[in-house]
C-alpha cells in the first residue's frame, strides 16, 4: 500500500510539515524519507484524482467545474505506475549539464558581475567622490520601487518584484541595494532573495543557490518559487523539488505566470507529476485572471508533460518494428520550450538531406513506425507519404542497388533536442548532423540521445563546453568516429579524445532528390534575398518564421522543397547570409552569392572557405562513406558490423583529420618588438628603498605586484596598507604604472617607510586592439604581462589587483608550494566562465575581421590544452617567474592580445592551461559571486567597488577599516 501525506493546516510548509498516514509497517517512517512520501503523492493512481492535484485545486478554492476550455482534464486512462523516488532523475544527471543563456555572451554577463573580470576598474577619482549620472534603468528601478511601496507592498516582494523586472543595465545598483538590505537584519530576507534572483540572473548558479536555500522555505516559496526551483535544479538540490511541490499542493504559489515556470522547471527536472499539478494549478487560476498569453503557453506545455508522463510512467510504448524490418529515425525540430523549438526552414533541408541517403537505396519500402500493428499516429502517416514523393524524386546518377528483395524501413520521428521523451523502437538507425546545443528552459541539453538510438555521425557540430560532458564524450567514443560539418568541430573532438574527421555540410547532397531536368528562370528573374535587405530588384524571403514551428514535419518537408525549387526556377540569383540557403542552393544548381555575417565564424570552418572543388569533393565524401554504413544497415546487418563498416570507410579520413589537427600553428607576432618594449620600461625602474625596514629575522621577502594608471592612486594606498597592515614579514611593492610621476613616489614612501618600492613607467607600451578588453579595467592591467622579464632579479611574486584588500598575513600565501606549476589561482566558479575552451569561443566571435587568427587560436588552444581544462580568475596569482621566464612567456604569450584581441586574463589562461595550482578560495574572496564567511583576501571583481560612494556592497566595511588605518598615518 503506497503511502499517502497530507499537509499539516496552518504551518508553513517545509519537510517538517508533513503528516504522513501510513500502514503500521512503516509507521517509523523518518521525515527525512519525504523525498518517497512526496513521491508517492505524486503518483497517478487512477481511477482516484491525483492527491496533489486536489489539494491545488481546494487550496485555490477553484472548483474543476469552472476550469477554462484550456485545461487539461484529469486523465481517466488505465491506472499507471507509481512516480520513482521525486529527484532520482536530476541526481541521476551529470553535474553541470544544465546550460546558460548568459553563456553565449561574450566576456560579461550585462549588467552582472563578471566572474574573471579582474584588475583595475572604472575610474575613481581621489580624494573627493565626483557624483556619477544615475543610469535612466536605475532611475526606472527606482522609481518602480517607489511607486511598489506606496501601493503597501511589502517591502521584501518590492525589491524581489522590482530586480525580477528591471533592465539588466541596473544591475549593478540593484546589486548594491540588496547587499545593503542584506547586511541589516531587520531587511536581510528581501535583500537575500533580491540578491539570489540578481545572481540567476547573471549566470551565477550557485551563488544564486546558496542565498535562496538560506532563506526560510516559506519566504522562498511566497518571494522567488520559481527561482529558487530553478537554482536548485542546477545545484542538483533534490529539496528545491520538495518544497516546490509543496508550494503548489499548498497553494503558496498561486500566480498562473508563476506557476507555468514551476511546470517548465519541473519537466526539465523529469518530473512530469509535479509538471503536471503546477499546470493544472495555472489553469485554474487564469479562471478568475484569464491571460491569452499565458493560456496558449500553458496549451502548448501540456501535450509536452503528459507526453513525458506517459515515457516516465512506461504506459507509452514504442511500436513493434515486425521482423525482417528496418527501423530509422526522421529528425524533427519540435520542443517542449517554445524558444528553441525551430522555426527555421533550413532545420527541415537538413532532414531532407540526411533523408536522401536512405533514399537513394532502390527497393526500400517506407512504412510509418507502427503501421504494421495499426499503431501508427497520424502525423507519422503523414511525414511517411511526403517522404515517399522524395523517393520518387531520387536522381538515377545518385541511385545505388538496394538488397535483393528489397526492405522495409519503419520510420519513426524523434525531436533533435528532446529524443528522450520519443518513442524509439529498439534498434533504431539515425543521421545524427547538425548541432544538439539548443537546450531546455534554459536548464538541460538532451544529449547523449535515447538509448535506443544508433547514430552514424556526420555533419556534426559542437562548440558549447556545457553539451560535452564526460558521458557525451564517451557517448562519441562509443559510436565514432564522428564525421564533423566544420573543422572547429574536428579539433575539439580530436582534443577530447574523440576519433573525429571533416565531413562537411550534409546540405551539399541535398540534389539527390532534385532531378536535373528542371526549367530554370529565365533572363531578367528577380533575385532572392534571404535573410539579408533585400533591393529594388528583388524579393525579401526569411527562412525563419513562426509558422515552422507550428506546422507537422510532413508540412515542412513539402514546404522546404517548395523553397528551394524555387530558388532555381523562380529567381535568377539567390543572396544569403545563411549557410543552410547557400549550400543546398549551390547543390541543385541555383545562382548564389554567399554573404555572411562573420567571416570568422568558427562554427563554418573549412566550409566558407572552401572552393568550388572543395564543395564537390564534400558531397563525394559524405555520399561515399555514409553509403558503406547504410548498405550494411539496410541489408540488416548487426549494430558492430554496420560500425565496423564505418570505422573501415573514414579511417583515411580520421588519420588526415589527425594530420591537420597536429600541424604546427605558424608562431604568433605583432607589432611590438617585446624584448625592446620590456628593455625601455626595465630602464624606467626606480627604487625607493624602505627608510624603517622591518628585520630580516621575521621571515623572508614577500614580493608583491600591482598594475594602475593615475585613476586608482588613492585605490594603490589601501591596497599597500592592507597588505602591510596583516603581514609581518618585509615587503617588496612593484607598481608597474602609468600617468605617474616622482611625487607618487614620495607619497607612498611616507606613508609606507617599512616597504621598499620598485617603480616601472609603461606609459608608452602599447598592445594593439585588445577586442577582449572588459568595460571596467583600463590598459594598465595588461602591464603585468611583462612581470616575468622586468622582474628578472625576483624569483616569484604575488600579482594583486586594485580591487581587492589583504586582510590575513600574506606570507601564508607567498610560501604555497607551486610544485614546479607556473603560477596558483582560483579557479573560476561562474558557469559562464570556469571552462577555458569556453572561454576561448567566446573570445572568436570577436575576430570577425580575421577568419585565419579564430582558427589558429582554436588549434593552439586544442593543441596545447586537454579538453576540459579550468580557466582561473587572475586577479590575485602567485606567479613562479623563473619557470615563466623558462617557458619564454612574455615572448610567446604579449603577441596573442594584438592578434587575438585577448585581454590579459585570457593570456595568462591561454598559457597555462590547467598547469597550476588551485588556490584555496580564501586567497580570492568575491563578495558579489559567493557567500563570503573567512576571507583572507578579499576581492571585488566586476563592476561595483568599495570605494564607490554611490554604492553598497558586501564587505565594503573591510575596506573602509583600511581607509582609516591610512588615515591614522597621514
Same mark, same amino acid.
Given at each position: 500500500?503506497?503511502?499517502?501525506?497530507?499537509?499539516?493546516?496552518?504551518?508553513?510548509?517545509?519537510?517538517?510539515?508533513?503528516?504522513?498516514?501510513?500502514?503500521?509497517?512503516?509507521?517509523?517512517?523518518?521525515?527525512?524519507?519525504?523525498?518517497?512520501?512526496?513521491?508517492?503523492?505524486?503518483?497517478?493512481?487512477?481511477?482516484?484524482?491525483?492527491?496533489?492535484?486536489?489539494?491545488?485545486?481546494?487550496?485555490?478554492?477553484?472548483?474543476?467545474?469552472?476550469?477554462?476550455?484550456?485545461?487539461?482534464?484529469?486523465?481517466?486512462?488505465?491506472?499507471?505506475?507509481?512516480?520513482?523516488?521525486?529527484?532520482?532523475?536530476?541526481?541521476?544527471?551529470?553535474?553541470?549539464?544544465?546550460?546558460?543563456?548568459?553563456?553565449?555572451?561574450?566576456?560579461?554577463?550585462?549588467?552582472?558581475?563578471?566572474?574573471?573580470?579582474?584588475?583595475?576598474?572604472?575610474?575613481?577619482?581621489? +580624494? &573627493?567622490?565626483?557624483?556619477?549620472?544615475?543610469? =535612466? @534603468?536605475?532611475? *526606472?528601478?527606482?522609481? /518602480?520601487?517607489? !511607486? #511598489? %511601496?506606496?501601493?503597501?507592498?511589502?517591502?521584501?516582494?518590492?525589491?524581489?518584484?522590482?530586480?525580477?523586472?528591471?533592465?539588466?543595465?541596473?544591475?549593478?545598483?540593484?546589486?548594491?541595494?540588496?547587499?545593503?538590505?542584506?547586511?541589516?537584519?531587520?531587511?536581510?530576507?528581501?535583500?537575500?532573495?533580491?540578491?539570489?534572483?540578481?545572481?540567476?540572473?547573471?549566470?551565477?548558479?550557485?551563488?544564486?543557490?546558496?542565498?535562496?536555500?538560506?532563506?526560510?522555505?516559506?519566504?522562498?516559496?511566497?518571494?522567488?518559487?520559481?527561482?529558487?526551483?530553478?537554482?536548485?535544479?542546477?545545484?542538483?538540490?533534490?529539496?528545491?523539488?520538495?518544497?516546490?511541490?509543496?508550494?503548489?499542493?499548498?497553494?503558496?504559489?498561486?500566480?498562473?505566470?508563476?506557476?507555468?515556470?514551476?511546470?517548465?522547471?519541473?519537466?526539465?527536472?523529469?518530473? +512530469? &507529476?509535479?509538471?503536471?499539478?503546477?499546470?493544472? =494549478? @495555472?489553469?485554474? *487560476?487564469?479562471?478568475? /485572471?484569464?491571460? !491569452? #498569453? %499565458?493560456?496558449?503557453?500553458?496549451?502548448?506545455?501540456?501535450?509536452?508533460?503528459?507526453?513525458?508522463?506517459?515515457?516516465?510512467?512506461?504506459?507509452?510504448?514504442?511500436?513493434?518494428?515486425?521482423?525482417?524490418?528496418?527501423?530509422?529515425?526522421?529528425?524533427?525540430?519540435?520542443?517542449?520550450?517554445?524558444?528553441?523549438?525551430?522555426?527555421?526552414?533550413?532545420?527541415?533541408?537538413?532532414?531532407?538531406?540526411?533523408?536522401?541517403?536512405?533514399?537513394?537505396?532502390?527497393?526500400?519500402?517506407?512504412?510509418?513506425?507502427?503501421?504494421?500493428?495499426?499503431?501508427?499516429?497520424?502525423?507519422?502517416?503523414?511525414?511517411?507519404?511526403?517522404?515517399?514523393?522524395?523517393?520518387?524524386?531520387?536522381?538515377?546518377?545518385?541511385?545505388?542497388?538496394?538488397?535483393?528483395?528489397?526492405?522495409?524501413?519503419?520510420?519513426?520521428?524523434?525531436?533533435?533536442?528532446?529524443?528522450?521523451?520519443?518513442?524509439?523502437?529498439?534498434?533504431?538507425?539515425?543521421?545524427?548532423?547538425?548541432?544538439?546545443?539548443?537546450?531546455?528552459?534554459?536548464?538541460?541539453?538532451?544529449?547523449?540521445?535515447?538509448?535506443?538510438?544508433?547514430?552514424?555521425?556526420?555533419?556534426?557540430?559542437?562548440?558549447?563546453?556545457?553539451?560535452?560532458?564526460?558521458?557525451?564524450?564517451?557517448?562519441?567514443?562509443?559510436?565514432?568516429?564522428?564525421?564533423?560539418?566544420?573543422?572547429?568541430?574536428?579539433?575539439?573532438?580530436?582534443?577530447?579524445?574523440?576519433?573525429?574527421?571533416?565531413?562537411?555540410?550534409?546540405?551539399?547532397?541535398?540534389?539527390?532528390?532534385?532531378?536535373?531536368?528542371?526549367?530554370?528562370?529565365?533572363?531578367?528573374?528577380?533575385?532572392?534575398?534571404?535573410?539579408?535587405?533585400?533591393?529594388?530588384?528583388?524579393?525579401?524571403?526569411?527562412?525563419?518564421?513562426?509558422?515552422?514551428?507550428?506546422?507537422?514535419?510532413?508540412?515542412?518537408?513539402?514546404?522546404?522543397?517548395?523553397?528551394?525549387?524555387?530558388?532555381?526556377?523562380?529567381?535568377?540569383?539567390?543572396?544569403?547570409?545563411?549557410?543552410?540557403?547557400?549550400?543546398?542552393?549551390?547543390?541543385?544548381?541555383?545562382?548564389?552569392?554567399?554573404?555572411?555575417?562573420?567571416?570568422?565564424?568558427?562554427?563554418?570552418?573549412?566550409?566558407?572557405?572552401?572552393?568550388?572543388?572543395?564543395?564537390?569533393?564534400?558531397?563525394?565524401?559524405?555520399?561515399?562513406?555514409?553509403?558503406?554504413?547504410?548498405?550494411?544497415?539496410?541489408?540488416?546487418?548487426?549494430?558492430?558490423?554496420?560500425?565496423?563498416?564505418?570505422?573501415?570507410?573514414?579511417?583515411?579520413?580520421?588519420?588526415?583529420?589527425?594530420?591537420?589537427?597536429?600541424?604546427?600553428?605558424?608562431?604568433?607576432?605583432?607589432?611590438?618588438?617585446?624584448?625592446?618594449?620590456?628593455?625601455?620600461?626595465?630602464?624606467?625602474?626606480?627604487?625607493?628603498?624602505?627608510?624603517?625596514?622591518?628585520?630580516?629575522?621575521?621571515?623572508?621577502?614577500?614580493?608583491?605586484?600591482?598594475?594602475?594608471?593615475?585613476?586608482?592612486?588613492?585605490?594603490?594606498?589601501?591596497?599597500?596598507?592592507?597588505?602591510?597592515?596583516?603581514?609581518?614579514?618585509?615587503?617588496?611593492?612593484?607598481?608597474?604604472?602609468?600617468?605617474?610621476?616622482?611625487?607618487?613616489?614620495?607619497?607612498?614612501?611616507?606613508?609606507?617607510?617599512?616597504?621598499?618600492?620598485?617603480?616601472?613607467?609603461?606609459?608608452?607600451?602599447?598592445?594593439?586592439?585588445?577586442?577582449?578588453?572588459?568595460?571596467?579595467?583600463?590598459?594598465?592591467?595588461?602591464?603585468?604581462?611583462?612581470?616575468?622579464?622586468?622582474?628578472?632579479?625576483?624569483?616569484?611574486?604575488?600579482?594583486?589587483?586594485?580591487?581587492?584588500?589583504?586582510?590575513?598575513?600574506?606570507?601564508?600565501?607567498?610560501?604555497?608550494?607551486?610544485?614546479?606549476?607556473?603560477?596558483?589561482?582560483?579557479?573560476?566558479?561562474?558557469?559562464?566562465?570556469?571552462?577555458?575552451?569556453?572561454?576561448?569561443?567566446?573570445?572568436?566571435?570577436?575576430?570577425?575581421?580575421?577568419?585565419?587568427?579564430?582558427?589558429?587560436?582554436?588549434?593552439?588552444?586544442?593543441?596545447?590544452?586537454?579538453?576540459?581544462?579550468?580557466?582561473?580568475?587572475?586577479?590575485?596569482?602567485?606567479?613562479?617567474?623563473?619557470?615563466?621566464?623558462?617557458?619564454?612567456?612574455?615572448?610567446?604569450?604579449?603577441?596573442?592580445?594584438?592578434?587575438?584581441?585577448?585581454?590579459?586574463?585570457?593570456?595568462?589562461?591561454?598559457?597555462?592551461?590547467?598547469?597550476?595550482?588551485?588556490?584555496?578560495?580564501?586567497?580570492?574572496?568575491?563578495?558579489?559571486?559567493?557567500?563570503?564567511?573567512?576571507?583572507?583576501?578579499?576581492?571585488?571583481?566586476?563592476?561595483?567597488?568599495?570605494?564607490?560612494?554611490?554604492?553598497?556592497?558586501?564587505?565594503?566595511?573591510?575596506?573602509?577599516?583600511?581607509?582609516?588605518?591610512?588615515?591614522?598615518?597621514?
Amino acid at each position: 500500500m503506497p503511502l499517502s501525506f497530507r499537509p499539516v493546516p496552518d504551518s508553513e510548509p517545509g519537510l517538517d510539515d508533513v503528516d504522513v498516514v501510513a500502514p503500521d509497517d512503516v509507521a517509523e517512517a523518518d521525515a527525512a524519507e519525504f523525498g518517497q512520501v512526496l513521491a508517492d503523492a505524486l503518483a497517478i493512481d487512477a481511477p482516484a484524482p491525483d492527491t496533489l492535484a486536489a489539494s491545488a485545486v481546494d487550496a485555490l478554492a477553484a472548483p474543476a467545474v469552472d476550469a477554462p476550455e484550456h485545461a487539461v482534464p484529469v486523465a481517466d486512462a488505465a491506472p499507471l505506475a507509481p512516480a520513482a523516488v521525486l529527484g532520482d532523475a536530476l541526481l541521476a544527471r551529470e553535474p553541470w549539464a544544465a546550460p546558460t543563456w548568459a553563456s553565449d555572451r561574450p566576456f560579461k554577463v550585462p549588467g552582472g558581475d563578471a566572474e574573471g573580470a579582474e584588475g583595475p576598474a572604472a575610474p575613481a577619482e581621489a +580624494p &573627493a567622490p565626483v557624483v556619477k549620472p544615475v543610469p =535612466a @534603468a536605475t532611475t *526606472a528601478a527606482d522609481l /518602480a520601487l517607489a !511607486a #511598489a %511601496l506606496r501601493r503597501g507592498l511589502p517591502l521584501d516582494e518590492a525589491v524581489v518584484a522590482v530586480v525580477r523586472d528591471a533592465d539588466k543595465a541596473a544591475s549593478a545598483d540593484l546589486r548594491a541595494l540588496c547587499h545593503g538590505l542584506a547586511d541589516q537584519p531587520a531587511t536581510r530576507t528581501a535583500g537575500v532573495v533580491g540578491s539570489g534572483v540578481l545572481a540567476l540572473r547573471s549566470g551565477i548558479r550557485d551563488l544564486a543557490w546558496d542565498l535562496l536555500s538560506s532563506v526560510d522555505p516559506a519566504d522562498a516559496g511566497r518571494l522567488a518559487p520559481a527561482e529558487y526551483l530553478r537554482a536548485g535544479i542546477a545545484a542538483r538540490a533534490v529539496e528545491a523539488l520538495h518544497h516546490a511541490a509543496l508550494w503548489v499542493c499548498d497553494g503558496v504559489v498561486a500566480d498562473a505566470a508563476t506557476l507555468l515556470e514551476l511546470a517548465k522547471c519541473f519537466l526539465a527536472a523529469d518530473e +512530469p &507529476a509535479a509538471a503536471r499539478e503546477a499546470s493544472r =494549478a @495555472a489553469h485554474v *487560476a487564469l479562471v478568475d /485572471a484569464p491571460d !491569452a #498569453a %499565458l493560456a496558449a503557453s500553458l496549451d502548448y506545455l501540456d501535450p509536452w508533460v503528459e507526453k513525458a508522463l506517459g515515457v516516465r510512467t512506461g504506459t507509452a510504448q514504442a511500436p513493434e518494428v515486425p521482423a525482417g524490418h528496418v527501423s530509422f529515425a526522421v529528425i524533427d525540430y519540435k520542443a517542449p520550450d517554445e524558444r528553441v523549438s525551430s522555426s527555421n526552414i533550413g532545420d527541415n533541408v537538413q532532414t531532407i538531406a540526411s533523408l536522401t541517403h536512405l533514399l537513394r537505396h532502390e527497393g526500400v519500402r517506407l512504412h510509418a513506425a507502427g503501421e504494421a500493428t495499426g499503431e501508427a499516429r497520424a502525423e507519422n502517416v503523414e511525414l511517411t507519404e511526403a517522404i515517399r514523393e522524395l523517393q520518387g524524386r531520387v536522381r538515377p546518377e545518385h541511385a545505388l542497388a538496394g538488397p535483393e528483395g528489397g526492405v522495409d524501413v519503419d520510420l519513426t520521428v524523434v525531436q533533435r533536442d528532446v529524443t528522450h521523451l520519443d518513442l524509439v523502437p529498439e534498434g533504431t538507425w539515425m543521421l545524427a548532423f547538425g548541432w544538439y546545443m539548443h537546450n531546455q528552459f534554459d536548464l538541460r541539453f538532451d544529449f547523449p540521445f535515447h538509448e535506443n538510438l544508433q547514430p552514424i555521425f556526420v555533419s556534426f557540430h559542437v562548440n558549447k563546453h556545457a553539451i560535452l560532458t564526460p558521458a557525451a564524450v564517451e557517448y562519441l567514443k562509443a559510436h565514432g568516429p564522428i564525421g564533423c560539418r566544420d573543422w572547429t568541430t574536428v579539433h575539439l573532438l580530436l582534443n577530447a579524445g574523440v576519433p573525429a574527421f571533416f565531413s562537411g555540410c550534409l546540405t551539399t547532397t541535398v540534389n539527390t532528390v532534385f532531378p536535373a531536368g528542371y526549367v530554370p528562370a529565365g533572363a531578367g528573374a528577380p533575385k532572392a534575398y534571404v535573410d539579408v535587405p533585400a533591393h529594388e530588384d528583388g524579393d525579401y524571403i526569411t527562412q525563419q518564421y513562426p509558422a515552422v514551428r507550428g506546422a507537422s514535419a510532413a508540412a515542412n518537408l513539402r514546404e522546404a522543397v517548395r523553397l528551394l525549387d524555387s530558388y532555381r526556377t523562380h529567381y535568377g540569383q539567390v543572396v544569403t547570409s545563411r549557410l543552410h540557403c547557400f549550400l543546398p542552393s549551390w547543390s541543385i544548381g541555383a545562382n548564389v552569392d554567399f554573404r555572411p555575417k562573420n567571416d570568422a565564424d568558427i562554427r563554418f570552418a573549412g566550409i566558407l572557405d572552401a572552393t568550388e572543388a572543395d564543395r564537390v569533393a564534400m558531397q563525394e565524401r559524405i555520399r561515399r562513406v555514409v553509403a558503406a554504413a547504410m548498405t550494411q544497415i539496410l541489408a540488416g546487418a548487426s549494430r558492430d558490423e554496420v560500425y565496423a563498416a564505418w570505422r573501415e570507410a573514414v579511417a583515411p579520413e580520421v588519420e588526415h583529420a589527425r594530420h591537420v589537427h597536429a600541424e604546427a600553428v605558424p608562431a604568433v607576432v605583432g607589432a611590438m618588438d617585446v624584448a625592446a618594449q620590456v628593455a625601455r620600461v626595465r630602464a624606467t625602474r626606480t627604487v625607493v628603498e624602505a627608510v624603517a625596514p622591518r628585520s630580516a629575522e621575521a621571515g623572508t621577502q614577500v614580493e608583491v605586484a600591482v598594475a594602475l594608471d593615475g585613476n586608482l592612486r588613492s585605490q594603490m594606498e589601501v591596497v599597500v596598507a592592507g597588505v602591510v597592515r596583516n603581514t609581518a614579514r618585509p615587503v617588496r611593492v612593484h607598481a608597474l604604472t602609468r600617468e605617474h610621476t616622482g611625487a607618487d613616489h614620495a607619497r607612498l614612501a611616507a606613508l609606507f617607510p617599512e616597504v621598499t618600492f620598485e617603480w616601472y613607467a609603461c606609459d608608452d607600451v602599447d598592445y594593439g586592439p585588445v577586442l577582449g578588453m572588459l568595460k571596467h579595467i583600463t590598459v594598465a592591467t595588461m602591464d603585468r604581462l611583462l612581470l616575468p622579464d622586468l622582474l628578472d632579479h625576483v624569483v616569484r611574486v604575488i600579482y594583486h589587483d586594485l580591487d581587492a584588500l589583504t586582510v590575513t598575513d600574506l606570507g601564508e600565501l607567498f610560501d604555497l608550494d607551486l610544485a614546479g606549476a607556473p603560477l596558483a589561482a582560483r579557479p573560476s566558479v561562474s558557469y559562464n566562465y570556469r571552462a577555458g575552451i569556453g572561454n576561448v569561443i567566446r573570445s572568436t566571435r570577436l575576430l570577425s575581421h580575421d577568419a585565419a587568427a579564430a582558427r589558429d587560436l582554436v588549434r593552439l588552444t586544442t593543441q596545447r590544452h586537454h579538453w576540459g581544462y579550468r580557466s582561473f580568475n587572475a586577479g590575485i596569482l602567485l606567479l613562479d617567474l623563473a619557470v615563466m621566464r623558462a617557458d619564454g612567456f612574455t615572448e610567446e604569450f604579449v603577441p596573442y592580445a594584438e592578434r587575438f584581441g585577448l585581454n590579459d586574463q585570457d593570456v595568462l589562461n591561454q598559457y597555462a592551461g590547467s598547469r597550476y595550482v588551485p588556490m584555496d578560495a580564501r586567497w580570492n574572496a568575491w563578495p558579489t559571486q559567493e557567500v563570503v564567511t573567512d576571507p583572507a583576501l578579499i576581492h571585488w571583481a566586476g563592476p561595483v567597488k568599495p570605494w564607490d560612494a554611490q554604492r553598497y556592497i558586501h564587505a565594503k566595511d573591510a575596506w573602509q577599516a583600511a581607509e582609516g588605518w591610512l588615515a591614522a598615518r597621514r
